[in-house]
T-cell receptor, first 115, second 113 residues
Framework: GAGVSQSPSNKVTEKGKDVELRCDPISGHTALYWYRQSLGQGLEFLIYFQGNSAPDKSGLPSDRFSAERTGGSVSTLTIQRTQQEDSAVYLC?????????????FGPGTRLTVT | GNSVTQMEGPVTLSEEAFLTINCTYTATGYPSLFWYVQYPGEGLQLLLKATKADDKGSNKGFEATYRKETTSFHLEKGSVQVSDSAVYFCAYASSGSARQLTFGSGTQLTVLP
């Protein structure tokens, strides 16, 4: 079946602009995660959605970052007033939450470059 | 705090050589442990996992055993191939309500023919 999809695959933006990154999880997966992969910081957790529960935002690096998940499916990560340090690959993953071992399936990522 | 420490790369091996990538973790409770692989130009893929102490995960000739007494999950393969060239990430998911993955820094493996 279809895997996790993300769009756009690449995004170049100017410093100070807002960007929106989209994630379509695997159908039926109730948990959705956003991570960031950058050279200096490796792979970092950003935010976690589980069903209709309040999201776990503990990994968001600043209040310029926000995310929503509509209808328990598609998610959008928004970065306001982008900075050069926001340049990274943003990865989305989904899983059947509460499954023992919690195997997460990753999308191909969105490469964000802030100039 | 909770963390994963894995062997720094890059690692370069000849084809058919033995591979070990060390991974240790610091976490409370009984986390689940994973190895993910990222092939050039591709996304992260689960390679193998183990969910309790002494479990051995295996896939594509790779193996790793969950050692709670040493808090380790070392990745091994007896005979690597050129196609194994990739970046390997060790990770854990806590046993609590927050199920996000905590990753190691990744180890770049290059296998030469």
């Amino acid at each position: 079946g279809a895997g996790v999809s993300q769009s756009p695959s690449n995004k170049v933006t100017e410093k100070g602009k807002d960007v929106e990154l989209r994630c379509d999880p695997i159908s039926g997966h109730t948990a959705l995660y956003w991570y960031r992969q950058s050279l200096g910081q490796g792979l970092e957790f950003l935010i976690y959605f589980q069903g209709n529960s309040a999201p776990d935002k503990s990994g968001l690096p600043s209040d310029r970052f926000s995310a929503e998940r509509t209808g328990g499916s598609v998610s959008t990560l928004t970065i306001q007033r982008t900075q050069q340090e926001d340049s990274a690959v943003y990865l989305c993953a989904s899983s059947y939450a509460w499954q023992v071992g919690n195997e997460q399936y990753f999308g191909p990522g969105t490469r964000l470059t802030v100039t | 705090g909770n963390s994963v420490t894995q062997m720094e790369g890059p690692v370069t091996l000849s084809e058919e050589a033995f591979l070990t990538i060390n991974c240790t973790y610091t976490a409370t409770g009984y986390p689940s442990l994973f190895w993910y692989v990222q092939y050039p130009g591709e996304g992260l893929q689960l390679l193998l996992k183990a969910t309790k102490a002494d479990d051995k995960g295996s896939n594509k000739g790779f193996e790793a055993t969950y050692r709670k007494e040493t808090t380790s999950f070392h990745l091994e393969k007896g005979s690597v191939q050129v196609s194994d060239s990739a970046v390997y990430f060790c990770a854990y998911a806590s046993s609590g309500s927050a199920r996000q993955l905590t990753f190691g820094s990744g180890t770049q493996l290059t296998v030469l023919p």
